[in-house]
């Protein structure tokens, strides 16, 4: 990529962000810490990645995405309406009553949405599935899918890991969102999931580490994942990241897993991320 293409995903992730506190401001609850670690890849898939159309989201050669983690839905939406798929200004209608911006992802309800997730570990499930679909019917379909580390203590996460290695699923890559946090704690206090390298290894998987907030180890690892087609092996990503980030008060602050900020946090979150973008911007126009 050029100079010029990483700082306009840059931009457009910090908008994505941007997107993520108005909805859950507006909302007044949410979870705005592992949707914002999560603003770089989505960012990247949606917008360098995938073979989607806003103007028809259901086409059925499309590639697939399913936010397993699903109360990260701010995420999902924000980067989905920086897309096109829906209008930005609707964002801060999240949770409301009458809105088609739910909690977690509702694919009957919001445009770009391919799956309705939010129970923890059964959406990597779904996506296997989905590959596994894609590869019989000859299509061309890639499916990717975003878990968070918290969310791999699901054991059915585990189960659909093997179901994934033993179809030699080489369309699907699965994303895990290592920040270390999750609603009781550090993950690796709650329950340990490490060395999961290995463990990724051992059930079969391409598993590539990289720094999740990165545009250039996510151009690397997406490069590999295209590498793997034909491979029989099933991709994964493991994504370290910043949770919160973005915003100065809210990274690696396990409080800020599940509630929404204030009038005087949002003021704080939106005046960071407009000063981060508009030097990103001013950095683009030398």
């Keep these: 990529m050029t100079k010029a293409e990483v700082l306009q995903l840059k931009m457009t992730a910090t908008r994505v962000r941007m997107g993520i506190i108005e909805a859950t401001h507006g909302a007044k609850c949410g979870h705005p810490g592992g949707s914002l670690s999560a603003a770089d890849v989505l960012t990247y898939l949606y917008f360098k990645v995938m073979n989607v159309d806003t103007e028809n989201p259901k086409d059925p050669l499309r590639d697939r995405f399913v936010l397993s983690k699903g109360h990260c839905a701010p995420a999902l939406y924000a980067t989905l309406a920086e897309r096109g798929f829906f209008p930005v200004r609707d964002l801060p209608t999240l949770r409301h009553d009458g809105s088609y911006l739910e909690g977690h992802p509702n694919m009957n309800t919001v445009p770009g949405v391919d ?57 699907l890559c699965i994303m895990v969102d290592v920040n270390g946090l999750q609603i009781d704690g550090p993950t690796g206090k709650v329950m340990s999931s490490e060395p999961l390298d290995q463990k990724m290894d051992a059930f079969g998987f391409n598993t590539i580490v990289c720094n999740g907030n990165s545009v250039s180890e996510l151009e690397q690892a997406f490069i590999l994942f295209d590498r793997a087609h034909g491979s029989g092996k099933p991709t994964c990503f493991l994504l370290h990241t910043t949770k919160g980030l973005g915003v100065s008060y809210m990274e690696n602050q396990v409080d800020w897993h599940g509630k929404a900020p204030n009038d005087d946090e949002y003021t704080q979150a939106m005046a960071e991320l407009h000063q981060a973008y508009d030097l990103l911007e001013k950095e683009a126009q030398r």
């Design 115 to 171: 799956m309705s997730t939010g129970s923890l570990g059964q959406g990597v499930s779904t996506a296997c599935g989905m590959a596994l679909a894609a590869k019989m019917q000859k299509s061309g379909v890639n499916v990717f899918t975003l878990l968070g580390d918290g969310e791999i203590e699901e054991g059915q996460c585990w189960e659909a890991f093997m179901f994934a290695s033993h179809y030699k699923l080489d369309n």
